[in-house]
């Protein structure tokens, strides 16, 4: 199940698993790759492939342009692993980034407050999303 569960992570063309996605476009499925995703708000943001390790089942993408409205960051960078541990697979997302607003005083829209809320939602829809394929295909 892990195999299936990294066939789908692992796919830099396809972020299917966020419901809140729209339309993703990408240029390659290698190092170096672009994709730029479409919410459904019709806000985008773009994402750079840093890294992709098949034997260590891990994938690594950075946040090179966003909507601060979706996602209020700077230097926002993932890294999704899956494991097999006990016949169960896991899914870790691990993601780090500093807030919207670098400066001292930021709009609340841009504070650590709503960062991280909007970061956290943005990371629980991609997992919950994630979960909802793995269980019904």
Known sequence: KASKVWEIVSD???????????KITSNGNEVGSERVIEFKSNKKIKQKLEKIDTNKKMINWRVIETDNSVLPVNS???????????????????????????GNDPPPELND???KRLV??????????LKNIIENN
């Open 12 to 22: 830099f063309n396809n972020f299917k698993w966020n419901s809140n996605i729209s």
């Open 76 to 102: 926002y960078a993932a890294k999704v692993f899956v494991k097999e541990k006990d016949g169960k697979t896991q899914v870790l997302y691990k993601s780090g980034f500093y807030r919207g607003f670098m």
């Open 113 to 115: 407050e709503t960062s």
């Open 120 to 129: 956290k939602e943005f990371v629980l829809n991609n997992l919950k999303g």
